[in-house]
């Protein structure tokens, strides 16, 4: 018996301890929803106090989730629909009742809400440019309120994107998932009119947690292509290489002003093109445009093929591979340099001396452009 009401009491301890957690868990429920109401209240009536006349004031706040089955039971005639662009892909929805509509527009047009019934009208394109800085404006105040609280996901980004004047197409604008309705009653012009003025939004919860799951793809193709516009904008030096000759350090020190260097005779046909590496990224000829060196790519290392498709053999590429050794006389000194007189041979001579190539001496100060 003792062991019987022993085991009685620690059910109902049991039980109690579970009823006093689900308790704290409505109360801070409660607690969130109430809030997010007063935040709604705030924004509503902060946009109202912009417009002279208009006196808004939300009498009560309906919070609940809605799916778009549901969505053809609020949207009456002449309802004023406006929907909203938010963050990504993300729309919404505003909806107006004809009363807010007309009160809406009435204070700013006349300063005054008429207390006469709206009329039944279908809204125009003039309608949405009156209200679309109202709805900015509270969207705005609304995000602002909410920054500290659960909805704040689900409220940022939102603006006016454009105005509806057929309900029908709102099945296939509005993507499929879940959504949070957040209805207003509201009262205008000092009581003068009541309606409703209700937002439609993508339930954040579900986005979040997507979010979340692919942060880590998301970083990486944000690196990806942050490095990648980073590098396209880099400036690249690339240097054109007839050949390398090697020289021995007094052949070296004994070049002056009118030697010439021997350069071999297909120096011209295939100089490569070498980066700040000296690794050759490109093959080509070189010549002339607009009175500059210039260099017409005629091969890619990578294949070692010609402009017209022709395999290249390993010789074929410059001397930056294959270093040239130039014969016995690595340069030949002027023989009137003594007396100062000056025998070198003439310009076209010393241009065939070059193989044809006058252009293809020393390189000067200008790079040479590609043709």
Not at 79 to 94: D, I, S, V
Not at 104 to 126: H, K, N, Y
Not at 135 to 151: G, Q, S
Request: proline share 7%.
């Amino acid at each position: 018996m003792m062991d019987s009401d022993t085991t009685q009491s620690d059910t109902d301890a049991q039980g109690s301890a579970l009823m006093r957690m689900a308790s704290r868990h409505r109360v801070a429920a409660a607690k969130a929803q109430a809030e997010f109401a007063s935040a709604l209240r705030v924004a509503f009536g902060r946009m109202a106090s912009e417009c002279p006349g208009l006196d808004g004031v939300v009498q009560s706040v309906d919070i609940r989730p809605l799916g778009l089955a549901e969505l053809d039971d609020l949207v009456e005639s002449g309802m004023f629909l406006a929907l909203l662009e938010g963050q990504g892909e993300q729309m919404g929805l505003l909806m107006a009742c004809p009363a807010v509509m007309a009160s809406l527009i009435e204070a700013q047009t006349t300063g005054q809400v008429s207390d006469a019934p709206a009329p039944r009208r279908r809204p125009t394109r003039t309608d949405a440019a009156l209200l679309a800085p109202m709805i900015d404006a509270f969207l705005r105040l609304l995000e602002e309120r909410c920054a500290d609280l659960p909805e704040a996901e689900m409220v940022r980004g939102h603006v006016y994107g454009s105005f509806l004047d057929d309900p029908r197409p709102l099945g296939v604008m509005l993507d499929d998932g879940p959504y949070m309705l957040m209805h207003l009653t509201v009262a205008l012009g000092y009581g003068a009119r009541q309606g409703d003025w209700m937002v439609l939004l993508p339930n954040g919860t579900r986005q979040a947690t997507a979010r979340a799951s692919t942060d880590s793809e998301a970083e990486e193709r944000d690196w990806a292509a942050c490095l990648n516009a980073a590098v396209s904008v880099s400036p690249v030096r690339i240097e054109a290489v007839l050949c390398r000759m090697q020289l021995s350090l007094t052949d070296a020190l004994r070049l002056r002003p009118g030697d010439v260097l021997r350069l071999p005779e297909d120096a011209l046909e295939a100089l490569a093109l070498e980066s700040i590496d000296h690794e050759a990224v490109g093959i080509g000829r070189l010549g002339q445009a607009r009175g500059n060196r210039a260099v017409r790519l005629t091969a890619d290392p990578g294949v070692l093929t010609d402009s017209v498709g022709v395999s290249l053999s390993p010789v074929a590429l410059p001397a930056a591979i294959v270093p040239f050794r130039p014969p016995q006389a690595a340069f030949v000194p002027d023989e009137g340099a003594a007396d100062g007189s000056d025998t070198g041979p003439p310009d076209d001579e010393a241009d065939k001396a070059h193989g044809g190539a006058s252009d293809a001496g020393l390189p000067e100060n200008r790079a040479p452009e590609a043709e």
